[in-house]
């Protein structure tokens, strides 16, 4: 069985919140739920495609990559697979400390965007820095979501949606295997 990382019931009716800085983002998540129901509206978002083939800077051969990963972050690194909810390593931590992409060490995310979705898998409602993630569209479902992949090496870590809390309203649900935590009296 295939698990996935499906959209969570809002329950905090946000969406018509007044948060100019994201209404781009705001934007984003109406033209995704718009195409749920009119499937096929590829040319509303030419820029995410063009976004998506642009070479990153940390490339490897698949055989490298399985070689340095373990099954599991391959798996979902490089194959865009979906952990288990709540059988994962980082689904309720609160330690303070920095995520970390489990295929090239870019910094991700960082405790301080980190929240309780209640969904099994690690949220965030806002990436450590905008340009360490990217995204596209992604139309293994019935319905199209917003893959998130990291910006240098490629790799797959979850989804986002706009079901998220204040102040950007978004949900970035990432897989555990993606990521490794650095505790903040770890860092260097
Ligand atoms: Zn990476």
């Given at each position: ?111 301080r965007q980190k ?19 990217g995204t596209r ?52």
């Open positions: 069985m295939r698990f996935s990382c499906l959209f969570r019931p809002s329950s905090n009716g946000n969406e018509g919140a007044d948060v100019p800085i994201k209404r781009r983002t705001l934007l984003k998540g109406l033209i995704i739920l718009g195409a749920s129901l009119v499937p096929r509206v590829f040319g509303l978002m030419p820029a995410r495609a063009a976004e998506a083939k642009r070479p990153f800077e940390v490339t490897k051969t698949d055989e490298e990559w399985q070689k340095m990963l373990t099954p599991e972050q391959y798996r979902v690194l490089r194959q865009e697979w979906t952990e288990p909810p709540f059988q994962n390593k980082y689904h309720d931590q609160k330690e303070k400390g920095t995520y970390h992409c489990a295929g090239c060490g870019l910094g991700l995310f960082s405790w929240y309780d979705s209640g969904t099994g898998w690690p949220g965030f409602w806002q990436p450590m820095f905008s340009d360490a993630i569209t992604d139309w293994k479902m019935l319905y199209p979501r917003t893959e998130v992949h990291c910006a240098r090496c490629g790799g797959h870590l979850g989804h986002v949606f706009n079901d998220g809390p204040a102040p950007t309203y978004l949900r970035y649900c990432i897989n555990s295997a993606a990521l490794i935590f650095k505790p903040s009296s770890a860092r260097e």
